[in-house]
Nanobody, 124 residues
């Protein structure tokens, strides 16, 4: 099994930056496609960013140009650098992983491993 633990969420003001981390254990991390999803109250879970086994990346339209996903396989960790945060970015952010799939899946149904989530709140 794979266990994913997110950290780094918090309360920030619009325009500020935040960096999320997700650390994996229980399986070879480098073999997984990793992604970040987010879910706001009353809304569907939304694809934010994904990174593949050769560090190809994909981003959801609302965060393109503002967010950057990266991974450090030596530390079994994936990161999400969030810049110029907006109130509409407020959500619970989830780390997700899947062993197979290319191009990077953008549907949450394609991911097998999930963290518990970390809250990001952006005030005006």
């Amino acid at each position: 099994q794979v266990q994913l633990v997110e950290s780094g969420g918090g309360l920030v003001q619009a325009g500020e930056s935040l960096k999320l981390s997700c650390t994996a254990s229980g399986r070879t991390f480098s073999s997984l496609i990793m992604a970040w999803f987010r879910q706001a109250p009353g809304k569907e879970r939304e694809f934010v960013a994904g990174i593949g086994w050769v560090k190809r990346t994909d981003y959801g339209d609302p965060v393109k140009g503002r967010f950057t996903i990266s991974r450090d396989n030596r530390r079994n960790t994936v990161y999400l650098q969030m810049n110029n945060l907006k109130p509409e970015d407020t959500a619970v952010y989830y780390c997700a992983g899947v062993a197979k799939g290319w191009p990077i899946p953008t549907s949450s149904a394609n991911y097998n491993y999930w963290g518990q989530g970390t809250q990001v709140t952006v005030s005006s």
